[in-house]
């Protein structure tokens, strides 16, 4: 099962009710027959809008009942909850300068294991790779996608292009830390929050603006973010794979070109960032042969796709 984007902390978070949260793991049961591995797909805690104590008190009761259920719980980091990716990453530095190790490390992968409010969780970014039965499924928050990007990574990325210089993804990286903590920093000023909310639905108009209106309200997510996504694997040298999973544009869809990977996204547990007809509290059903797209109170799949 694959959950994302439940963005606990924020005015937007729809799982913060407890009967709400009561029903989604009745419904794990009643249409699913439970499941054997949970994968929290990134933006779970948001970090930029809410303090970490904050965020955590809206996830509680969520955890609460996810430790109940004695399965592994994977969580892939996001955009907002980036700084638990650092956290680790500064954790690994002081192991490594009181070895005397001082050489700089760029870390392409992370995993390690972390325990939330009593739930224990096996943390990956920026991806996260399991298999079902035979097949082969990758899973990553989806904020390193040409096209996702936040329009202030697209500009400085654009710019190191113009000039002729390659930029790869240790360098996509690091500019995402510098402006990814700038953000989290300023969650602890409320007027900062604000403003960088402003700011985040002005360029959302430009960028619909220089996309075109009819044109953004009426893509198909996935389809428009296919080439991104083999471009991604490419990149980072990932090898094949039957389904590719992520998250981050609240959007959920399922989409297969030609002999490529099917690619579903999970959609959101979030009233932000949706459009007037987008689903929300959407997650995701993996089987062997089979990829689901549920919506939290219907009993039939939005779509459901043979692998």
Request: charged fraction near 25%; glycine fraction near 8%; aromatic fraction near 12%.
């Amino acid at each position: 099962m694959v959950i994302s984007d439940t963005h606990f902390g924020g005015r937007s978070a729809t799982l913060c009710r407890e009967s709400r949260v009561d029903y989604l793991i009745w419904e794990i049961w009643r249409y699913g027959d439970g499941f054997d591995e949970l994968v929290l797909l990134g933006d779970v805690l948001d970090l930029w809008r809410a303090r970490p104590e904050q965020a955590l008190r809206q996830a509680s009761y969520l955890f609460r009942r996810l430790a109940e259920l004695d399965v592994p719980i994977r969580y892939v980091v996001g955009n907002h909850d980036h700084h638990m990716m650092v956290m680790r990453q500064e954790r690994a530095l002081l192991d490594r300068m009181a070895r005397g190790d001082l050489f700089s490390i760029y870390y392409p992968h992370l995993s390690w294991s972390q325990t939330i409010d009593g739930l224990k969780l096996d943390m990956a970014y920026p991806t996260y790779t399991a298999s079902v039965g035979d097949r082969r499924f990758l899973f990553t928050h989806g904020h390193h996608l040409n096209g996702v990007q936040a329009l202030s990574l697209q500009v400085v990325e654009n710019l190191r292009r113009l000039s002729g210089e390659p930029v790869s993804p240790a360098d996509l990286e690091r500019l995402m830390t510098y402006a990814y903590e700038s953000i989290y920093r300023s969650s602890y000023v409320g007027e900062f929050v604000e403003l960088e909310e402003r700011i985040w639905k002005a360029s959302t108009v430009l960028d619909r603006v220089r996309s075109g209106i009819r044109k953004t309200f009426r893509f198909i997510p996935v389809e428009r973010h296919y080439g991104s996504i083999l471009e991604f694997m490419h990149e980072r040298q990932i090898g094949p794979v039957d389904c590719f999973v992520y998250g981050d544009t609240h959007r959920p869809d399922i989409f297969k070109k030609g002999k490529g990977p099917l690619v579903a996204n999970a959609g959101c547990f979030s009233s932000e960032n949706v459009g007037p007809n987008d689903p929300v509290n959407t997650y995701l059903v993996l089987q062997e042969d089979r990829i689901s797209l549920r919506q939290l109170g219907l009993p039939e799949p939005l779509a459901s796709f043979c692998l």
